[in-house]
């Protein structure tokens, strides 16, 4: 399944794009039983998997580790996997060559990059031109979260607003097949989805975008400390899986596990 058609399929076709961040074989198994559209290895593994407080750290290798991981899991999805921080920054070559090497070592379908700088658009450019599709990513960008005054929304003034829009234009000029609007306001992401031929992903950009992407850890609620606006948790995964754990911790402590359902004769 080619994901470029397909996206830009279901752009002409005003059919809405399902996306689901994973990390791991496991969930990745379950995701593959579903009519879910694409799966996004993200960096956010950073925060959500690893425990860090930002993207920044997570690297090349480890991206490609969780990546294959995800394939296994769902090897008839299509999966895109994002390019950490300065694994695409440094020069065109270096971002080609972890592009390249992302895409030979996990036969994931597509990558994703960040923000719409000049430099990020020839890149793209030369990706699409070798043969890499490419998904943009604006709005709020957690690789420059630093320089963005940490994760809030982005582009309510009219000048930042007008600059994410150009930034989708751009990106659509430069080859890219889709992009992912993160934190915007409901009506930016509605003017920049109108506005390209290629299709928005949103999460926090509101209604308008022609898909959603949510992180599986978010949405079945197994961190209970975390609920932005844009989420919606459809599970407490939190509460059952901590109940399960303590009725284990009781049954052993009490030595009613293992019983004889459990034992080898």
């Known amino acids: 399944m080619n994901i470029i058609n397909f996206y830009k399929e279901k752009k002409k076709k005003k059919e809405p794009i399902s996306m689901i961040t994973c990390y791991d074989s496991s969930f990745a198994r379950i995701i593959a039983g579903t009519d879910i559209d694409s799966i996004l290895v993200g960096d956010s593994l950073g925060m959500v998997f690893q425990g860090n407080s930002s993207t920044i750290p997570v690297t090349l290798d480890e991206m490609i580790y969780h990546t294959k991981a995800v394939k296994r899991g769902a090897p008839n999805k299509l999966i895109i996997c994002d390019l950490p921080f300065l694994s695409y920054h440094i020069s065109i070559e270096r971002g080609i060559e972890s592009a390249g090497k992302a895409l030979k070592e996990t036969n994931c379908d597509a990558v994703k990059i960040e923000s719409n700088s000049e430099f990020i658009l020839e890149l793209t450019l030369r990706l699409v031109e070798i043969g890499i599709p490419v998904m943009g990513h604006l709005g709020l960008t957690p690789q420059s979260h630093n320089t963005l005054g940490g994760h809030k929304i982005q582009g309510r003034e009219a000048d930042a607003a007008q600059k994410i829009a150009k930034g989708a234009v751009d990106m659509e000029e430069s080859g890219a097949f889709a992009i992912v609007l993160e934190m915007i306001p409901e009506k930016l992401g509605l003017e920049i989805t109108n506005s390209i031929e290629i299709p928005t992903i949103g999460i926090g950009a509101g209604r308008g975008t022609d898909g959603q992407v949510l992180v599986i850890n978010d949405l079945l609620g197994v961190d209970s400390s975390f609920h932005p606006k844009f989420l919606k948790k459809y599970a407490n ?29």
């Open 237 to 265: 995964l939190h509460s059952v899986v901590g109940e399960a754990i303590r009725n284990y911790d009781t049954e052993v402590k009490s030595r009613v596990f293992p019983s004889q359902d459990n034992i080898f004769h």
